[in-house]
């Protein structure tokens, strides 16, 4: 399936490969830009050069300011977004992996020396059990 890679701003070319392998879509996010805060005075606490990103299904926030400038901010909390959104479905998709493998270990049967040493073992049990018994 291809996706259109409609970002607002331009972004390193491993950036839209990164995208378009885990299918984002930038419809998906929300973004805002709010005044900063922080080293950099008047300038930085008078300009919204602030960027707080939201990828909706995921849920996922990125708010970033490192830089004075607004574009700036806008390219790498893009960047760091879909790298965050990238690694969650990686994530999801390991622990996925491992779910089915622990429902696959628990369904198949012991081997028959296994069985036989569970067996041997409730045996034993059973036997120091009836010495309690009183006489």
């Not at 299918?23 to 998906?28: I, K, Q, R, S």
């Not at 008078?46 to 849920?59: E, N």
């Not at 479905?89 to 069985?115: G, I, T």
Request: charged fraction near 30%.
């Amino acid at each position: 399936m291809l996706v259109a890679m409609n970002f607002p701003v331009e972004l390193p070319a491993y950036i839209t490969e990164l995208a378009r392998a885990c299918e984002f879509v930038a419809e998906d996010v929300e973004e805002q830009f709010i005044k900063g805060h922080g080293h950099g005075g008047q300038k930085v606490n008078k300009t919204s050069s602030c960027v707080y990103l939201q990828h909706l299904p995921t849920g996922l926030i990125v708010k970033y300011q490192e830089h004075r400038e607004q574009h700036q901010n806008r390219v790498e909390a893009w960047t760091l977004l879909i790298e965050k959104v990238a690694q969650y479905l990686k994530d999801q998709e390991q622990q996925q992996q491992h779910e089915d493998y622990v429902k696959r270990q628990q369904k198949r049967r012991r081997s028959r020396s296994s069985q036989e040493g569970v067996l041997k073992e409730k045996k034993m049990r059973g036997e120091m059990k009836k010495l309690r018994k009183p006489l």
